[in-house]
């Protein structure tokens, strides 16, 4: 990181990249609910495949860093996220700041009728390789694509079977 306390090379990685996806789910459960299982980022190693994920600075909150390990067989893959906004129980913003992922992430909670709730989880990553990673997103593009949407699959209905938060 650049200067003492990582702030330049936060504020380079808080810019948009080039590998843009988005997933979202309708929650049959409230917003505050729904928003408090969002942020339970330990409890996210339930509904992501292959991920452990712990806070490893911070309560979790604005400010923290969220760290998740992701394993299969012997690839490992480290994502490093500081938490930059909260503002419950609407958004959270985090910028994916480690060696491999970077850029700004957000998930978003907006209330619907009936109790129901819609998450929408939208990632920025910065494209690894140069050009070479700029040709070889768009075959990248769809597992990522389906892998956020199944994780947020999952989610919805651990929230619906009160399994979360």
């Not at 810019?15 to 789910?25: K, L, N, Y």
């Not at 996210?44 to 712990?54: K, N």
Request: glycine share 12%; with cysteine; net charge neutral.
């Amino acid at each position: 990181m650049s200067g003492s306390d990582g702030v330049d090379d936060l504020r380079e990685a808080a810019q948009p990249g080039a590998g843009e996806v988005t997933a979202t789910v309708i929650v049959n459960a409230p917003a505050e609910k729904v928003f408090a299982a969002l942020l339970a980022w330990e409890r996210q190693s339930e509904w992501i495949p292959f991920t452990t994920v712990r806070v490893v600075e911070g309560d979790g909150g604005e400010g923290s860093l969220v760290e998740a390990v992701t394993s299969v067989g012997p690839a490992v893959l480290r994502d490093k996220m500081r938490v930059v906004r909260v503002d419950a129980p609407y958004e959270i913003g985090v910028v994916h700041c480690g060696t491999l992922l970077r850029g700004p992430g957000v998930l978003r909670c907006t209330p619907l009728e009936s109790g129901r709730s819609q998450v929408v989880w939208h990632e920025w990553f910065h494209l690894p390789g140069g050009p070479a990673g700029k040709v070889a997103w768009p075959v990248l593009w769809p597992g990522s694509k389906l892998s956020l949407t199944q994780a947020l699959r999952r989610f919805a209905r651990q929230v619906e079977q009160g399994r979360l938060p």
